[in-house]
């Protein structure tokens, strides 16, 4: 694995707020920040971001989550993440192109892992 990015710093802040710093030593191209949640109750939280094509350097985002239920989601249709009390994991993904994607441009540039805990 090629890294451009030579560390993801993650800090639980306040009430689910997140800051991811990363470094690039030589630049990027244009890829994805990809942002997982693994819940106590196994309901996959997810979602991703553009990232343009940046110069070498340090760069920062802040992640914000609600740790409520969704009052769109209807538990008839679909699961509804109830954020139990517990340990939940966020993994945070820096890639060029796609994260996952099999296309030959397509790599994982960096990726960290943080534990936090929902109390009750």
Do not use: R
């Amino acid at each position: 694995m090629h890294q451009l990015c030579s560390f993801i710093s993650l800090t639980l802040l306040f009430h689910l707020q997140f800051d991811v710093e990363y470094a690039s030593k030589n630049g990027t191209g244009t890829g994805e920040l990809d942002v997982q949640i693994d819940t106590v109750d196994g309901i996959p939280l997810a979602s991703s971001y553009l990232l343009e094509a940046q110069a070498a350097g340090t760069y920062s985002a802040n992640i914000k989550v609600q740790a409520k239920t969704d009052p769109s989601c209807d538990p008839t249709q679909q699961p509804c993440e109830n954020w139990l009390p517990g340990n939940y994991t966020l993994t945070v993904t820096i890639c060029n192109g796609e994260c996952g994607s099999k296309h030959p441009h397509s790599q994982i540039y960096d990726m960290k892992s943080v534990t936090f805990e929902v109390s009750g």
